[in-house]
Nanobody
Framework: QVQLVESGGGLVQAGDSLRLSCAASGRTFSSYAMGWFRQAPGLEREFVAAISRSGGSTSCADSVKGRFTISRDNARNTVYLQMNSLKPEDTAVYYC?????????????????WGQGTQVTVSS
C-alpha cells in the first residue's frame, strides 16, 4: 500500500511559477516510479511527467517540456513538480501517482496508487 498527498496548488497569473509536492508513505519510496498527471474539466487525464525510482531518469509531455521539471527526494519520500512560465491552459487538477511495476510510465492506466489531487488555476 502507498498513500500519496499532494500540496502546493493555487491560483497564479500567467508567467508565474508553482512547485507541487507529493508526500508518500507506506511502501519504501525508492522502490517505485512516480508520475504527475493533470485533468481539466471535460477533458481526459493527461500525462505530465514521470521519474524513475532513483530519480536518474525522467520523462515529460511535450506540452510542458522546458517549463516543468519533475524531481524526487528519496530521503524525504517526496516527489516534486516545478512549474515555470505557467499558462492558462495549464489549469487543471494535478495528481501524483505511484507506479510499482514500470520504469517510466506515461499512461495513467498503469499507475497503482493516486493522490487526491491539487487544483492549479492560471489566470490570463
Amino acid at each position: 500500500q502507498v498513500q500519496l498527498v499532494e500540496s502546493g496548488g493555487g491560483l497564479v497569473q500567467a508567467g508565474d511559477s508553482l512547485r507541487l509536492s507529493c508526500a508518500a508513505s507506506g511502501r519504501t519510496f525508492s522502490s517505485y516510479a512516480m508520475g504527475w498527471f493533470r485533468q481539466a474539466p471535460g477533458l481526459e487525464r493527461e500525462f505530465v511527467a514521470a521519474i524513475s525510482r532513483s530519480g536518474g531518469s525522467t520523462s515529460c509531455a511535450d506540452s510542458v517540456k522546458g517549463r516543468f521539471t519533475i524531481s524526487r527526494d528519496n530521503a524525504r519520500n517526496t516527489v516534486y513538480l516545478q512549474m515555470n512560465s505557467l499558462k492558462p491552459e495549464d489549469t487543471a487538477v494535478y495528481y501524483c501517482a505511484a507506479d510499482l511495476r514500470r520504469f517510466l510510465g506515461r499512461d495513467w492506466l498503469g499507475y497503482d496508487y493516486w493522490g487526491q489531487g491539487t487544483q492549479v488555476t492560471v489566470s490570463s
